[in-house]
């Protein structure tokens, strides 16, 4: 199992920038497809990015394609998402997840945007866009 943690919400004007983190711990000596999701009051999940262990790149949801950026850091077993420009509509819950059953092929692909592919969930981290 792995346990997930994320870290680095809060409340940003439009326009503004925020770094979220995920912590990893447990059996993290394996490969996983990782990846952030959102999700507002009232909505489903949504997929934003996700990166296969070990990647240099991410595959990205087309409305934060440009302004997201995923990345990984194995040594820390850490996985983050730089969000610039930030919009009011990014406003959300945002959630670490980790997928055991994901190729990586798999992992680069529209369909690991949804959620039922992923078996590990972090609490998810507050963030809030508004002026």
């Known amino acids: 199992q792995v346990q997930l943690v994320e870290s680095g919400g809060g409340s940003v004007q439009p326009g503004g920038s925020l770094r979220l983190s995920c912590a990893a711990s447990?059996?993290?000596?394996?490969?996983?497809?990782m990846a952030w999701f959102r999700q507002v009051s009232g909505k489903e999940r949504e997929g934003v990015a996700t990166?296969?262990?070990?990647?240099?790149?991410?595959y990205y949801r087309s409305s934060v394609k440009d302004r997201f950026t995923i990345s990984q850091d194995h040594a820390t077993k850490s996985l983050y998402l730089q969000m610039n420009n930030l919009e009011s509509e990014d406003t959300a819950v945002y959630y670490c997840?980790?997928?055991?059953?994901?190729?990586?092929?798999?992992?680069?692909?529209?369909?690991?945007?949804?959620?039922?592919?992923?078996?590990?969930w972090g609490r998810g981290t507050q963030v809030t866009v508004s002026s």
């Open positions: 447990g059996n993290t000596d394996r490969d996983y497809c």
């Open positions: 990166i296969y262990t070990g990647a240099p790149d991410g």
């Open positions: 997840a980790a997928s055991t059953t994901r190729t990586l092929y798999q992992c680069f692909t529209a369909s690991s945007l949804f959620d039922d592919v992923y078996n590990y």
